[in-house]
């Protein structure tokens, strides 16, 4: 069965660079999530969209930018890169969350190096 | 195969009991077990677990992991209505193999 992909699997930039994360969810999945996860550190939630929509926010920083295109799709951009942003990015799927919560599937992350 | 099972699928209690969550995993490269508590929107982050018999406790949750024998429960205790999610549990390797969910509806 298909699953979340995401791309790159690593990257590796340097400070003040940009990068930019991409997220194909499940077809038929409307809803993408957006985490992070440091070294060491807990997992935390970037930011949702549900229908093209921002459906949710947590601690996305200014600097990153994030939209769902027209086939679902995610792209999370990341600018002006510090080393903190040195990270496991991954995403998830899900159907509709208006009507209940739906179980994620989580991508297999995208890990970025900033130097 | 990474395979995390979780049981049971659904649990339907009233307000003041106490549940227990049980998570099964065999996951290559295992770095931790992740719960987290998913309601209307992003699940919610509740505990990593890494090393085992050291209890992790937040407020009436808690939760334990055992990786002789490949597991971990979730407790809750005295249970409100607003505990009511699915509960999921996750392999961490190099990217998180999550289970199924236990379903909990708490009922005044």
């Known amino acids: 069965a298909a699953g979340v992909i995401q791309s790159p699997r690593h990257l590796i930039k340097e400070k003040r660079e940009t990068a930019t994360l991409k997220c194909y969810p499940i077809?038929?999945?409307?809803?993408v999530y957006w985490y992070q996860q440091g070294p060491g550190q807990d997992p935390q939630f970037l930011i949702s969209?549900?229908?093209?929509?921002q459906s949710d926010k947590g601690s996305i920083p200014d600097r990153f930018s994030a939209q769902q295109f027209s086939d679902y799709h995610s792209e999370l951009n990341m600018s002006s890169l510090e080393l903190g942003d040195s990270a496991l990015y991954f995403c998830?799927?899900?159907w509709g969350t208006g009507s209940g919560a739906n179980v994620l599937t989580f991508g297999a992350g995208s890990r970025l190096t900033v130097l | 195969e990474d395979k995390v099972v979780q049981s049971p699928l659904s649990l339907v209690v009233h307000e003041g009991d106490t549940v227990t969550l049980n998570c099964s995993y065999e996951?290559?490269?295992?770095?931790?077990l992740l719960w987290y508590k998913q309601e209307k929107k992003a699940p919610t982050f509740l505990f990593m677990l890494?090393?085992?018999?050291i209890e992790k406790k937040s407020g009436r949750l808690s939760s334990i992991l055992d990786k002789k024998e490949l597991f971990s429960i979730l407790n809750i205790t005295a249970t409100q209505t607003g505990d009511s999610a699915i509960y999921l549990c996750?392999?961490?390797?190099?990217?998180?193999?999550f289970g199924t969910g236990t379903r909990l509806q708490v009922f005044p």
């Open positions: 998830a799927s899900s």
């Open positions: 890494t090393s085992s018999g």
């Open positions: 969209f549900y229908e093209k929509m």
């Open positions: 996750a392999g961490n390797t190099d990217k998180l193999i």
């Open positions: 996951v290559t490269n295992f770095r931790s």
């Open positions: 077809p038929r999945h409307d809803t």
